[in-house]
């Protein structure tokens, strides 16, 4: 009976989680079409753009590693609940900015919050779910993401276009809201630790695997394309005609193309080499954005923003099982702190890189950057991966 019991929790667990991180990647992404056009309109140029992007990435590489640290020690839940109210006051405070500098201090409070939440969500899903199950409860997990992130910029096109911007940022607040209450009721257990005395705990240790050391790159080039979708897309499209809705259509296309593909690939690294996986996201996603700045129609930008978001959704999930595959739950948070801290190198320098280039170049310019970028950068990641790991029996996922 009680075997029975465990399962019903556990799966209600994986329910609350779902659907916990959808209400906070909603509240993260209704702002994302609308605060390039807000900036803009308080002042800000194309360069402030992306240095509000490094601002937020700096927020996180400074405190990614020590509360990697702490959610080993802690739990992944109570660094995930501050993270959410963070995520909740952010939106409410954009409604103050009068300036261009006013933003900056938001942005940084906004990088915490992600730092604290959606890494942490994805091992609390990792370690909640039976081995058997933990690929599809994974995919499920980055399912959840994709669908909060595909309403989210939906809602805020819309809103903003009817009501003003002011509403849409009051929408996020709500729906980071609803995401801490539902948290909030997860049950989370924390595990003993492994004991094993070989396993890389430290910073040092951890990047000196080339397992973790080849997705931290991975994450790099993510990050940088990741950027310039979401600072730089918005600025091209209502270059070449779209208004606020219509950008919002093309970043739904997206989220829905991310999310349709998300769970089967959580399934398939059961099968797939998920560095296969990852390295051919990466790639693919490279070459639409390539696509998308010489194109014109929005049935076409559509289109290619659909395959984006496939390439994208591949990568995501199996980045992220490729990590957590290949470290031990009692330093997980810290190989997964190593992997993010690339992506907010990342986030730090190539939004200002990009800035300058849109700056010269326009937005189009700073979009193909970003794809020559990544086709570049691919061949470091295909050597460092295949490079054998410290620890040689560590299984490689």
Known sequence: MEPTSNRTRLTKKIALISLAIFFADASHSTVIPIFPGFAQDIGASLSMLGSYGSA??????????????????YGRKKMMMPGLVLMILVPLTYTLASSPVSIYPIRMILGLALGLTFGNGFLLMTESSDPETRNTAQGLYMTSMGIGFTVGPLIGGFTTKLYGSSFAFMISSVFGVISLLLLYFVDETKSKPSGKKDAP???????RDPKIFSGGVANFLNSLMYNAVTLFFPVYGAGIGFDESQIGTAFTARGLAS??????????????????????????????????????GLVLVSVLMGLQGIAYGVYLTSGNVYVAGNSEEDNRGTAMAVYS????????????????????????????????????GLILVYILASRKPVDAAKKSV
């Not at 937020?56 to 020690?73: E, I, V, Y």
């Not at 280039?357 to 086709?375: H, N, R």
């Open 56 to 73: 937020s990435a700096l927020t996180m590489l400074l405190f990614s590693f020590p509360l990697g640290r702490l959610s080993d020690r």
């Open 341 to 376: 801290m690339f992506g907010n190198l990342s986030g730090i320098i190539n939004p200002l890189i990009l800035g300058f280039i849109a700056e010269t170049y326009g937005a189009q310019g700073a979009l193909k950057f970003s794809s020559v970028i990544t086709l570049l």
């Open 201 to 207: 705990t430290s910073f040092f240790g951890s990047i």
């Open 259 to 296: 999310t349709g593909v998300r769970l089967p690939v959580g399934a398939f690294t059961k099968h797939v080499s998920a560095l296969v996986l990852m390295v051919a996201g990466l790639l693919v996603s490279s070459l639409t954005i390539f696509s998308v700045s010489a194109s014109t």
